[in-house]
């Protein structure tokens, strides 16, 4: 049986319009969150919501350990170069509570038509991070994906005609298959602290 979730709050990492602030809210969650798009930070205010305006690593960095149930990174990590990413992974995984939930979703670069064109359309990306990374990187953290969902396939009546043919499958596959991905982890109901080997790599 899944262990229930624990009883802190949840941040947002980049809750730009307030979604999934709204989905907590609705679910009766204390969240909270962050934004540096200054529109989408007032809008959230006049909402209600619980958000400051800071930079997701810079503000985790600040946060004591074990601070939140549920972390949500929404298109967060495209945004980073890779080292920024892997800290940012880090640094939620420290401020989780045992038992707590990271939860990622990302373009996915194995799908060519976002990799190479719909990702581009927003100016602060600058690299998709593939699903086969992310995971590793969360479980080198000391995490265990407990979801893994892929989503925003191109519908089947846009793909090439032909479909039946082996080499009309593959296209479809790499052009048109899911354009997104998310993933959950859990951190360990255990006392342990998270693992950490860039620290302990002078990488810190």
């Keep these: 049986m899944t262990p229930p979730l624990p009883g802190g709050p949840w941040l947002d990492l980049a809750c730009g319009r307030g979604d999934w602030l709204k989905a907590v809210r609705s679910a ?3 969240g909270s969150g962050l934004e540096t798009n200054a529109a989408a930070l007032a809008h959230c205010q006049r909402l209600g919501f619980q958000v400051v305006g800071a930079d997701p690593l810079a503000y985790l960095c600040r946060v004591a350990d074990t601070s939140f149930a549920v972390i949500g990174a929404f298109h967060v990590l495209d945004r980073y170069p890779a080292m920024t990413a892997f800290q940012l992974i ?12 990271l ?29 086969l990374i992310a995971e590793l990187l969360l479980e080198h953290f000391g995490l265990s994906v407990i979801v893994r969902k892929t989503r925003n396939a191109v519908p089947q009546e846009q793909h090439l ?33 998270p693992h950490d080997p860039m620290g302990q790599a002078g990488l810190a």
Excluded: C, K
């Design 90 to 101: 880090r640094e939620s995984v420290r401020v989780l509570q045992p038992g707590g939930v």
């Design 28 to 30: 009766g969650r204390g």
């Design 103 to 131: 939860i990622l979703e990302s373009t996915n670069p194995a799908s060519l038509l976002a990799g190479a064109h719909e990702a581009w359309f927003d100016s602060t990306d600058l690299r998709p991070m593939p699903v």
């Design 161 to 193: 005609p032909f479909a039946e043919l082996d080499l009309v499958r593959q296209l479809n596959s790499l052009l048109y298959g899911p354009r997104t991905y998310a993933l959950a982890a859990r951190r360990s109901t255990g006392t342990g602290e």
